[in-house]
């Protein structure tokens, strides 16, 4: 990548995101080699990256897509993915609910209320899919845990009566059975949620698919552990055939990956704008990059590797800095203590001049999507993504003024 960062800089600017086409295949055929004797259907949490050009990259080698709002639903369509391609699993039930349906994209209820709304609905298939919380949560950081009594995502394993009297009200069965645990590495919880998960299937007899949502974490600096997905997917076949042994029922398996699949194929290239130093221990690298491009280092104390580019390419000796953004808040920061807010903690860097460049790794997934876009008015970052050829192409244009302004309307 940094081969090609300079280049892409002077042609384009910065900031913007970079991707890696060879490193986004390379993420989904590993994705795709999960074992699951009885079908494997790997959903793209769209949330991670919902560019265009990732949307048909994935959907070209038979990923379908994991939709969190009725807009990523459409969005998804708008890129050409098959409506029956798209899972929708979301927190707000869309406004145009019936028009999705109608289109062939498949719901999965989280709540009671969204169970008993999809019953109602003029016309839908009889059956559904339900997304239980199974009582247990992983993640490596407490925001990042998605199931288990603190989290109000899923209806609660303990409701299922209720589920019941609703499918019999509605005349529905339960297609799918769907879990959501957060993004953690530990075969064994994986395992436990598996078990847990497989056993609604005694309870729900029609369910023929079982989906283990919840991301695989990877790995963003060598300190961390990225999940084995070879020894989560054996634990979790082992599950799945030992089931088939007891019931003669073979159940197909979804995962929707979303960082295992983008994270590590995006860098964000950024220009050093300026050097401040207060006293002999800090010393500050500041950006035309930050919480608008890159937020996770600020709401998660998440980790993410940082180079320096030096644009005359002379070596400089390393130093201590804080590497910082452009906004107009202390907490847009690049370089956090691992897993806490808001703390400030250095990076071993060459020292670098103004002008020279800054690329961030690990930015693949959850970044451009969850930048807040337009604080202090900065505009939306380009995007590019480089090929296998190593040529180059803009998938997405920096905004204009115009374009930022364009909604807004005059007293």
Not at 46 to 58: D, E, H, T, Y
């Amino acid at each position: 990548m940094k081969n090609h960062a300079i280049n892409i800089a002077d042609q384009f600017g910065t900031p913007l995101y970079i991707y890696n086409e060879a490193a986004l295949r390379q993420a989904a055929n590993e994705c795709l080699a999960f074992n699951a004797d009885f079908g494997l259907t790997v959903r793209f949490a769209m949330k991670a990256n919902p560019n265009r050009s990732i949307l048909q990259l994935f959907h070209s080698m038979g990923i379908q897509i994991d939709a969190s709002s009725g807009y990523e639903a459409e969005r998804a369509m708008l890129a050409g993915i098959p409506a029956e391609n798209i899972l929708l699993t979301v927190q707000e039930i869309p406004e145009n609910f019936q028009e999705l349906i109608n289109a062939g994209v498949e719901f999965n209820a989280c709540s009671l209320h969204q169970l008993e709304a999809y019953g109602q609905l003029e016309r839908r298939p009889n059956t559904v899919s339900i997304r239980i919380n199974p009582g247990k949560g992983s993640g490596q950081f407490p925001g990042m845990n998605v199931g288990g009594p603190g989290a109000g995502f899923g209806i609660w394993h303990e409701q299922i009566k209720q589920i019941q009297e609703l499918l019999k009200r509605h005349n529905l069965s339960i297609q799918r059975v769907h879990t959501h645990i957060g993004c953690g590495t530990d075969p064994e919880i994986w395992t436990e949620v598996a078990k847990i998960s497989i056993s609604f299937m005694h309870t729900f007899t029609k369910a023929t698919i079982l989906n283990l949502g919840g991301g695989f974490k990877v790995s963003r600096v060598p300190e961390e552990k990225t999940a084995d997905l070879a020894a989560i997917s054996t634990k979790v076949n082992e599950i799945l055939k030992k089931f088939a042994e007891e019931t003669g029922r073979k159940i197909h398996l979804e995962i929707e990956p979303g960082s295992y699949l983008s994270a590590n194929t995006g860098h964000l290239l950024s220009s050093v704008i300026d050097l401040v130093q207060t006293t002999e221990e800090h010393k500050f690298i500041k950006l035309n990059s930050g919480m608008t491009e890159l937020i996770r280092p600020a709401m998660y104390g998440a980790q993410h590797p940082i180079e320096i580019i030096r644009k005359d390419q002379q070596e400089s000796q390393e130093e201590n800095f804080y590497v910082v953004g452009h906004c107009c808040e202390t907490s847009d920061t690049f370089t956090v203590k691992k897993d806490v807010r808001g703390q400030l903690e250095t990076r071993r860097l060459p020292r670098p001049e103004i002008g020279d460049l800054a690329i961030i790794g690990g930015v693949g997934g959850y970044c451009s999507s969850m930048a807040t876009i337009n604080y202090n008015s900065f505009p939306q970052a380009a995007e590019v993504m480089v090929h296998e050829d190593g040529t180059y192409k803009l998938i997405r244009r920096r905004q204009s003024m115009d374009q930022m302004l364009q909604n807004e309307v005059s007293p």
